[in-house]
Nanobody, 130 residues
Framework: QVQLVESGGGLVQPGGSLRLSCAAS????????IGWFRQAPGKTREGVSL????????YFADPVKGRFTMSTDNDKNTVYLQMNSLKPDDTAVYYC???????????????????????WGKGTLVTISS
């Protein structure tokens, strides 16, 4: 079983950048599909991105496409979410999540929509405001 801890949240001005980290323990992230989700105040949780390193699947939801990227550091067993050109609408608690195995690009949209992940971190707050 993998445990996930997010960090890197904070207050950023619109147009700024932030990098979130998801540190894993208990198992290596190579065996998992990793996702980022977010929940804004008063709204339901939404999927942001997914990454399956073994098959090279990377998927981003339309609201963040072209602005957010994901990367990994295998030595640190950590996944990152680089967020650029941030907007007030990006304000939310961001959660890292994982599920064993890989997914294809065709599956990614459904997995994000349903939040079909097995392990979740506790979240980190990102606030975009001037």
């Amino acid at each position: 079983q993998v445990q996930l801890v997010e960090s890197g949240g904070g207050l950023v001005q619109p147009g700024g950048s932030l990098r979130l980290s998801c540190a894993a323990s208990g198992d290596t992230l190579d065996y998992y599909t990793i996702g980022w989700f977010r929940q804004a105040p008063g709204k339901t949780r939404e999927g942001v991105s997914l990454f399956s390193s073994t098959v090279g699947t990377t998927y981003f939801a339309d609201p963040v496409k072209g602005r957010f990227t994901m990367s990994t550091d295998n030595d640190k067993n950590t996944v990152y979410l680089q967020m650029n050109s941030l907007k007030p609408d990006d304000t939310a608690v961001y959660y890292c999540a994982a599920r064993p195995g890989t997914i294809t690009t065709a599956q990614a949209a459904g997995v994000l929509l349903l939040g079909a992940m097995d392990y979740w971190g506790k979240g980190t707050l990102v606030t975009i405001s001037s």
